[in-house]
């Protein structure tokens, strides 16, 4: 199956020529040019390439999640992070790993509306929506900066799996953004590799003094030439309110294949009607256990089901009511403060006596503010409040981290 991957600095315009790249069904490079879009060869599918200037990559590192869990779960940790309102960025995730880290696309929400709907005029259907940053590869314990030439901006891949876009290079050396990036980071990597077509020794010696860190030149970076897995494993912008993604266009074979295909729609039709009945069957059995279970519901809690207005009212006002009912008898709520407080008590004793900075509550959750931990000491914690059936999210902030913990 060929794949028709295109770069795109702006929405899809009709009129301007594109770059374009066609791959194999092996992913591997057929050739590649530029044309308007009713220029660009055919292909099974089609996916679009963002320049990197367009987004940025994150990762944060979550406890292990159900996946429906796990979009609310990274925007609550990127919520720091974000420029603007949370609603103004879009947040694509990958796939979780192991260890709980979680890798992360950004995208203004305001450019992907303008994309999609450009895509719409153009009547194009993109399989993959992927960010230009998310192709590349640092080495390990380094970075890489990617640009066309030292004169275009470009971007930076941390080892840490986080993006910078960065601008042209200029006579005294490296572009700002990267030279800052470097004399701030607090975790400063073992040498930066440049991909950048012409880029000569003494660029390379003049950042290295710079900077103190090493610099070495690799390959001249373009968007087509990284490797197949890259393209495997990158993010799909075309998640949450924007996932418009369509299946892969099928061959017309209703030609070929007619007489086959009326055979199959009969023996369709006659499987559908004998089991009509009992489909009819289960379905009112269905309803009325439903009505049974709403009814029950109603006369146990006295009719707040029906008031609630909750598409899901029975499980939730039982368990509204379950509170109601201990807090009257002068009893404490699962979720109330004080008992999570004592579930995590044994779990947060292990901080140091200054570590906890302030706390509130809040619709059944805690938060406390931590003041800097080490890293490690945070997984370890976030462990401990899990076996006692909580569930916690850790977030870093810019005087030390942030955790919330809820039941599960």
Known sequence: ?????????????????????????????????????????????????????????????????????????????????????????????????????????????????????ASKRSAIRWQRVLLESDLARPPAGGWCWCAESPEHAGFVLTDGGSSISVGPSHAAGLPDELALALAGS???????????SGVDQALLERARTQTGVEFTAGAPWHWSGAEAAAFDSAIDLQVGSFDTASAVPRLDAARLFRPALWIAGAALAIHVLAGAGEWLSLQWQLHTIDRELS?????????????????????????????????????????????????????????????????????????????????????????????QGLVAIAVPVANGARLRIGLD
């Open 186 to 196: 607090g975790h400063r990597p073992r040498l930066v590799r440049a991909d950048v």
């Open 1 to 117: 199956m060929t794949t028709l991957r295109v770069y795109l600095e702006f929405p899809p315009d009709p009129a301007p020529h594109i770059e374009w790249a066609l791959f194999d069904d092996a992913n591997r490079l057929v050739r590649r040019g530029r044309a308007p879009i009713a220029g660009w060869p055919s292909a099974d599918s089609r996916e679009a390439v963002i320049a990197a200037a367009h987004g940025r990559l994150a990762t944060v590192k979550l406890p292990p999640l159900p996946p429906p869990r796990v979009q609310s779960a990274a925007s609550f940790a990127l919520e720091e992070q974000l420029a603007g309102a949370p609603e103004d960025s879009h947040v694509a995730t990958g796939r979780q790993s192991a260890d709980g880290s979680l890798r992360v696309a950004i995208v203004s929400a305001a450019w992907m509306r303008v994309f999609q709907a």
């Open 295 to 387: 009814a029950l519901a109603q006369v146990s809690l006295g009719g707040s089901v029906a008031n609630s207005g909750d598409p899901i009212a029975p499980a939730s006002a039982i368990a509204r009511r379950d509170g109601e009912l201990r807090h009257r008898a002068g009893l404490a709520a699962g979720n109330d403060l004080l008992p999570l407080l004592a579930r995590a008590a044994s779990a947060m004793s292990a901080l140091p006596g200054s570590a906890i900075r302030s706390l509130h509550y809040a619709d059944g959750h805690v938060v406390f503010e931590l003041q800097k931990l080490d890293p490690a000491q945070t997984t370890l914690l976030q462990r401990d409040l899990q076996r």
